[in-house]
């Protein structure tokens, strides 16, 4: 079944520790997201890819990183997690094929930092 | 830069009241409009959308909405609501030709039984 995949979907980690946020589609589509939300507020559009070895900051200011070696893969990376890093991040893909910009979304992965 | 407005952060109806959740943008031209809905523990996941034609489109579980172009207005409607429709809905945006989404803060609703 095509769908996104998020792991872990809850973190707890101490800081100053390097974590990876995984998120994976089997909806064949080549436009992936990564958006940050906090509670009560809207999502932010923090990393964007448009396929393969394309990859764009969002419009709110991120110390993660990203990558996209595989059309499927999109895992964020922070190198040092601060408690101000806490927060929900979700992940999204898009078809290009489509004239619009419909995202469908992973189930989010909840991270808290110590 | 677009924005995305939600008057109403938590609302509370029982069980058969009408539903109106209002949305406003801040940018004109050609837009892509979206509600988006996250029931407790699942994923955001795509209400109903506007991209042309008919400005009152229908979406899943018997939601509609409006949009009002001359008041950059997207609202959310619902006849009769059920408990089952308790979740955080969220209005989107896009202007044509951009790839990204701008998203409202999101209205909580509770549906008492």
């Known amino acids: 079944e095509a769908d996104i995949y998020q792991t872990p979907r809850y973190l707890v980690i101490g800081t100053g520790k390097k974590i990876t946020l995984e998120c994976s589609q089997t909806?064949?589509?080549?436009?992936m997201y990564w958006y940050q939300q906090d509670p009560g507020m809207e999502l932010h559009l923090i990393h964007y890819?448009?396929?393969?070895?394309?990859?764009e900051k969002g419009d709110l200011s991120s110390e993660s990183t990203v990558s996209r070696i595989r059309t499927e893969h999109f895992p964020l990376t922070l190198e040092s997690a601060r408690p101000s890093h806490t927060s929900q991040y979700l992940c999204?893909?898009?078809?290009?094929?489509?004239?619009?910009?419909?995202?469908?979304f992973g189930p989010g992965t909840r991270l808290t930092v110590l | 830069a677009q924005s995305v407005s939600q008057h109403n952060h938590h609302v509370i109806l029982s069980e058969a009241a009408s539903l109106e959740l209002g949305c406003n943008y801040s940018?004109?031209?050609?837009?892509?409009l979206f509600w988006y809905v996250q029931y407790p523990g699942q994923h955001l996941q795509l209400l109903l959308k506007?991209?042309?034609?008919?400005?009152l489109v229908k979406g899943i579980k018997g939601f509609e909405a409006e949009f009002i172009k001359s008041k950059f207005s997207f609202n959310l409607r619902k006849p009769s609501v059920q408990w089952s429709d308790t979740a955080e809905y969220f209005c989107?945006?896009?202007?044509?030709?951009?790839?990204?989404?701008?998203f409202g803060t999101g209205t909580r609703l509770t549906i008492i039984p």
């Open positions: 890819s448009y396929g393969v070895n394309s990859t």
């Open positions: 909806m064949g589509h080549d436009k």
């Open positions: 940018y004109g031209g050609t837009v892509n």
């Open positions: 506007y991209f042309s034609g008919d400005p």
């Open positions: 989107a945006v896009v202007n044509f030709g951009n790839e990204k989404l701008t």
């Open positions: 999204a893909s898009s078809a290009t094929s489509r004239s619009y910009n419909e995202q469908f």
